[in-house]
C-alpha cells in the first residue's frame, strides 16, 4: 500500500485542505510522517482512493458499481459475517470473544442458522452419508499419487461438484445437510479421519504438534469468514447461478489459491528472508521504494490494526525473527500486522507445515464459503453485474 503527499491527496479528492485534514481526525484517513520531512504528512493511497470513490452520493449508477468492485461500498445484502467499529462480527457476535472458546464446527452452526436440534453434531445423515461415501472413495482414487494439501483439495471438491445436485430449488434444510457433507469431504482430503475430533485436533493430530491444538482452534475461528473478500464473492456468484453448494466451495477455494489472497503469509516468509540478508530496515525501506506490498502488515478495514491478529498474537510466544519487522514496518510504514503475519508467525512458532497458513484459510474459510453459498441459495436470483465499457467507441 503506497502514501501520498498532501497534494496528491487533495487532487484526487478535489477537496480542500481542511476537508482532507478532517477526514483524518475522523479516522476516514490514515496519515503519517514523511521520513523525509517530519513537518509534512503523507495519506493512505487506499483510503485516499475508497473516498474519493464514495464521496458523491448523486454518482451514476456505473460509477457505484465500479468503485464497489474494488475496496467501495457493499454490492450485496448479507448476514452473514461484517467488519464494523474495528471489530469482525460473525452474525451478531464478536469474532474474537467466539475464538476464546468456540470450534469451528460451532461457529459453522453460528453461521449456517442450523436449528437447535442439530447442534449436538456435525456428522453427515441419511442420503448425505452415502453423498459423502462416494465422494471419499472417489477422491482417495484420484488423489492416490497428488502428494500437495491443495491438489487433494481440488480434486476432492472436484469430484463432488461434478455429481453433486444444483443448489437451486431445494429447501434450507437439505442444503445445510449438504453443507456439513462439503465440509467433511474437503476435510477428508487432506486429514486422516478420526471419530468425533474436531478439525483442530485432527489437524493437531495430523501434524505432530499436539501442544498447538487450542492456537489452531482459534484461527480456525478467526479466519471463518470475512464480508465479501474475492474468494467468498467467487463462491457466491457460483451458487447464484443454482451450482451446487461443492462448486461453489470449489471456486472459493480456486480464488483463494492466488498471491494476492490465501498465499499472503507466504510474502511474509519472503520478507523474513530478505531481512535475514540484508537488515530489516534495509528490506523494509528498499520494499517501500519499488512499492512492493509489505504482506501481512495493513488492512483496509481495520485502520487501527487488524483484531484478528491482535488476538491470535496475544496467546503465543511471537518468534524472535518476526518481532523485529513488527518494530520496523510500523516505524516506517505505520503498519501493523494482519492475521496473515499471524498465521505466519504461528506457523513459525510451532513448526507447522509449510502449507500450513493455506491448509488453515482453505478449512476455515470454507465455513464461510458454504453460509453464503446457503444465503444466497435461499435468495434465489442470480449475480450479474454489468461491465463499465472502456474500450473502442461503438456507435449510437
Same mark, same amino acid.
Given at each position: 500500500?503506497?502514501?501520498?503527499?498532501?497534494?496528491?491527496?487533495?487532487? =484526487?479528492?478535489? +477537496?480542500?485542505?481542511?476537508? =482532507?485534514?478532517?477526514?483524518?481526525?475522523?479516522?476516514?484517513?490514515?496519515?503519517?510522517?514523511?521520513?523525509?520531512?517530519?513537518?509534512?504528512?503523507?495519506?493512505?493511497?487506499?483510503?485516499?482512493?475508497?473516498?474519493?470513490?464514495?464521496?458523491?452520493?448523486?454518482?451514476?449508477?456505473?460509477?457505484?458499481?465500479?468503485?464497489? $468492485?474494488?475496496?467501495?461500498?457493499?454490492?450485496?445484502?448479507?448476514?452473514?459475517?461484517?467488519?464494523?467499529?474495528?471489530?469482525?462480527?460473525? #452474525?451478531? %457476535?464478536?469474532?474474537?470473544?467466539?475464538? %476464546?472458546?468456540?470450534?469451528?464446527?460451532? +461457529?459453522?452452526?453460528? =453461521?449456517?442458522?442450523?436449528?437447535?436440534?442439530?447442534?449436538?453434531?456435525?456428522?453427515?445423515?441419511?442420503?448425505?452419508?452415502?453423498?459423502?461415501?462416494?465422494?471419499?472413495?472417489?477422491?482417495?482414487?484420484?488423489?492416490?499419487?497428488?502428494?500437495?494439501?491443495?491438489?487433494?483439495?481440488?480434486?476432492?471438491?472436484?469430484?463432488?461438484?461434478?455429481?453433486?445436485?444444483?443448489?437451486?430449488?431445494?429447501?434450507?434444510?437439505?442444503?445445510?445437510?449438504?453443507?456439513? @457433507?462439503?465440509?467433511?469431504?474437503?476435510?477428508?482430503? $487432506?486429514?486422516? #479421519?478420526?471419530?468425533?475430533?474436531?478439525?483442530?485436533?485432527?489437524?493437531?493430530?495430523?501434524?505432530?504438534?499436539?501442544?498447538?491444538?487450542?492456537?489452531?482452534?482459534?484461527?480456525?475461528?478467526?479466519?471463518?469468514?470475512?464480508?465479501?473478500?474475492?474468494?467468498?464473492?467467487?463462491?457466491?456468484?457460483?451458487?447464484?447461478?443454482?451450482?451446487?453448494?461443492?462448486? @461453489?466451495?470449489?471456486?472459493?477455494?480456486?480464488?483463494?489459491? @492466488?498471491?494476492?489472497?490465501?498465499?499472503?503469509?507466504?510474502?511474509?516468509?519472503?520478507?523474513? #528472508?530478505?531481512?535475514?540478508?540484508?537488515?530489516?530496515?534495509?528490506?523494509?525501506?528498499?520494499?517501500?521504494?519499488?512499492?512492493?506490498?509489505?504482506?501481512?502488515?495493513?488492512?483496509?478495514?481495520?485502520?487501527?490494526?487488524?483484531?484478528?491478529?491482535?488476538?491470535?498474537?496475544? %496467546?503465543?510466544?511471537?518468534?524472535?525473527?518476526?518481532?523485529?519487522?513488527?518494530?520496523?514496518?510500523?516505524?516506517?510504514?505505520?503498519?501493523?500486522?494482519?492475521?496473515?503475519?499471524? +498465521?505466519?508467525?504461528?506457523?513459525?512458532?510451532?513448526?507447522?507445515?509449510?502449507?500450513?497458513?493455506?491448509?488453515?484459510?482453505?478449512?476455515? #474459510?470454507?465455513?464461510?464459503?458454504?453460509?453464503?453459498?446457503?444465503?444466497?441459495?435461499?435468495? @434465489?436470483? =442470480? $449475480?450479474?453485474?454489468?461491465?463499465?465499457?472502456?474500450?473502442?467507441?461503438?456507435?449510437?
Amino acid at each position: 500500500m503506497g502514501w501520498l503527499t498532501a497534494t496528491q491527496a487533495l487532487r =484526487l479528492l478535489a +477537496v480542500r485542505p481542511q476537508t =482532507l485534514y478532517a477526514n483524518v481526525s475522523r479516522r476516514r484517513i490514515r496519515a503519517r510522517s514523511d521520513p523525509k520531512d517530519p513537518r509534512r504528512s503523507l495519506y493512505h493511497e487506499a483510503d485516499v482512493l475508497r473516498l474519493a470513490r464514495s464521496r458523491s452520493g448523486a454518482r451514476k449508477a456505473e460509477r457505484v458499481a465500479s468503485g464497489a $468492485i474494488e475496496w467501495g461500498d457493499p454490492i450485496l445484502p448479507s448476514a452473514i459475517s461484517t467488519v464494523a467499529n474495528g471489530r469482525l462480527w460473525y #452474525r451478531g %457476535e464478536d469474532a474474537v470473544l467466539l475464538a %476464546e472458546t468456540r470450534t469451528l464446527e460451532e +461457529v459453522a452452526r453460528l =453461521l449456517w442458522e442450523a436449528p437447535p436440534e442439530s447442534q449436538g453434531s456435525m456428522q453427515p445423515a441419511g442420503i448425505e452419508r452415502a453423498a459423502l461415501a462416494r465422494a471419499r472413495e472417489r477422491a482417495r482414487v484420484a488423489t492416490a499419487t497428488v502428494a500437495s494439501p491443495l491438489s487433494r483439495m481440488f480434486v476432492a471438491l472436484g469430484c463432488r461438484a461434478g455429481e453433486d445436485p444444483p443448489s437451486y430449488g431445494r429447501a434450507p434444510a437439505v442444503l445445510r445437510t449438504e453443507a456439513v @457433507g462439503v465440509l467433511a469431504t474437503l476435510a477428508d482430503s $487432506i486429514l486422516p #479421519r478420526r471419530d468425533g475430533a474436531a478439525l483442530h485436533e485432527r489437524l493437531a493430530m495430523a501434524w505432530r504438534r499436539r501442544p498447538a491444538a487450542d492456537l489452531l482452534r482459534r484461527a480456525l475461528v478467526l479466519l471463518a469468514d470475512h464480508e465479501l473478500n474475492a474468494s467468498t464473492f467467487a463462491a457466491r456468484v457460483t451458487v447464484s447461478t443454482g451450482a451446487s453448494l461443492a462448486s @461453489g466451495v470449489l471456486a472459493g477455494l480456486s480464488t483463494l489459491s @492466488g498471491p494476492l489472497h490465501g498465499r499472503a503469509s507466504a510474502g511474509v516468509f519472503e520478507m523474513l #528472508r530478505a531481512g535475514t540478508r540484508a537488515g530489516m530496515s534495509a528490506t523494509v525501506r528498499e520494499w517501500l521504494q519499488q512499492g512492493r506490498p509489505l504482506s501481512g502488515f495493513g488492512h483496509p478495514l481495520y485502520p487501527d490494526g487488524d483484531v484478528r491478529a491482535k488476538a491470535l498474537l496475544g %496467546e503465543f510466544a511471537v518468534p524472535a525473527a518476526f518481532r523485529e519487522p513488527l518494530a520496523v514496518v510500523e516505524e516506517l510504514a505505520g503498519e501493523r500486522p494482519n492475521i496473515d503475519f499471524a +498465521v505466519a508467525a504461528l506457523t513459525q512458532a510451532f513448526r507447522l507445515p509449510a502449507h500450513a497458513p493455506l491448509t488453515l484459510f482453505a478449512l476455515a #474459510r470454507s465455513v464461510g464459503w458454504l453460509a453464503h453459498g446457503l444465503e444466497q441459495a435461499s435468495a @434465489g436470483h =442470480l $449475480i450479474r453485474p454489468r461491465a463499465r465499457y472502456v474500450g473502442v467507441p461503438v456507435g449510437p
